[in-house]
């Protein structure tokens, strides 16, 4: 049996356990969870040097890390659905829409980071608004077409709702105000997609 190792409220595990679901790979996937706060703990770094989450580890205990790269991995477990179309434009498209979303998530954990890890009076308000605006940007650009799918949500929108998610866990939801396209559209990507509910992370 494969291991997923991740954390309750890591959105990029999140992004894996919705896609271990949509593609019925539950029976095949052990999920453990992980605590990446211990400076070097072995129980990720035997897996990923980089102590990052989540990993995946298969049977030949070969170590898959990077929620993209796993979530292609897995893709190719079980035809369908598809979640990578395998050329052209639709797949340069699932891509893109996943590295923007990436890019959120990034963002808004770094901002996290900073008043987690760092002491009030060494926070550091130009680069605070640098990594705001990105994710501001990002939610106009995509509340003025929010992707639509066809038979199935791909990688791409398994990707922007888990962003979405986060901004809702850590950021308040404050990108829902003026912005009800975008809203609309996670309350559709909830309907159709059920482990999105499933996997919300509970404090």
Not at 78 to 83: D, G, I, R
Not at 143 to 172: I, M, N, Q, V
């Amino acid at each position: 049996m494969m291991k997923l190792l991740s954390h309750p409220f890591s959105p990029y595990g999140r992004k894996v356990k919705i896609a271990i679901a949509v593609k019925g790979l539950k029976d095949r996937i052990e999920v453990v969870a992980v605590d990446t706060n211990i400076p070097d703990n072995p129980e990720i770094t035997r897996s990923n040097p980089l102590a990052k989450i989540p990993a995946l580890v298969v049977e030949d205990s070969t170590a898959i890390s990077d929620s993209h790269v796993i979530c292609e991995y897995l893709d190719s477990l079980a035809p369908t659905p598809v979640l990578f179309p395998k050329s052209g434009v639709e797949r340069i498209k699932t891509l893109t829409l996943g590295s923007l979303c990436d890019g959120i998530l990034d963002a808004a954990l770094l901002l996290v980071y900073e008043k987690r890890y760092r002491p009030e009076e060494k926070w550091h308000a130009p680069w605070q608004a640098r990594q705001q605006s990105k994710i501001d940007r990002c939610i106009e650009h995509l509340e003025k077409a929010p992707p639509a799918w066809g038979p199935s949500p791909d990688y791409g929108h398994l990707t922007l709702a888990c962003a979405l998610g986060y901004l809702d866990f850590r950021h308040e939801g404050k990108w829902r105000a003026g912005h009800p396209k975008l809203v609309a559209w996670l309350d559709g990507f909830a309907r159709a997609v059920p482990a999105f509910e499933e996997t919300r992370p509970k404090q």
